[in-house]
């Protein structure tokens, strides 16, 4: 089992940064994967970003890429989406992810424990 918090949603100018953060606990950190996720209403849940167990291996949806940086603190137990250059088309609600079956993932069916979401609007 493992417990999964977001943190640090809000609202923000287009052209703002924000950093969201999630806290991770219930089984060794540092054994699995872990990702973002976003959702506006009546569309599908999608990828925006992954790391793997150790932070040396990243994935970004090619609307965030050269964007959002994902980053994993180990001694806190933490992930921290950066988020820059932010536009009004990435509102949406985030979910941070754990995928503790895979040293890395970028499937959203391969995360089985789900944070309650954190709203990110970015007004033009």
């Known amino acids: 089992q493992v417990q999964v918090v977001e943190s640090g949603g809000g609202l923000v100018q287009a052209g703002g940064s924000l950093r969201l953060s999630c806290a991770a606990s219930g089984r060794t950190f540092s054994t699995y994967a872990m990702g973002w996720f976003r959702q506006n209403p009546g569309r599908e849940r999608e990828f925006v970003a992954a790391i793997n167990w150790n932070g040396d291996t990243t994935s970004y949806a090619d609307s965030v890429k050269g964007r959002f940086t994902l980053s994993r603190d180990t001694g806190k137990n933490t992930v921290y989406l950066q988020m820059n250059s932010l536009k009004p088309e990435d509102t949406a609600v985030y979910y941070c992810?754990?995928?503790?079956?895979?040293?890395?993932?970028?499937?959203?069916?391969?995360?089985?424990?789900w944070g309650q979401g954190t709203q990110v609007t970015v007004s033009s």
């Open positions: 992810a754990a995928a503790p079956d895979y040293y890395y993932a970028v499937k959203l069916q391969d995360y089985d424990y």
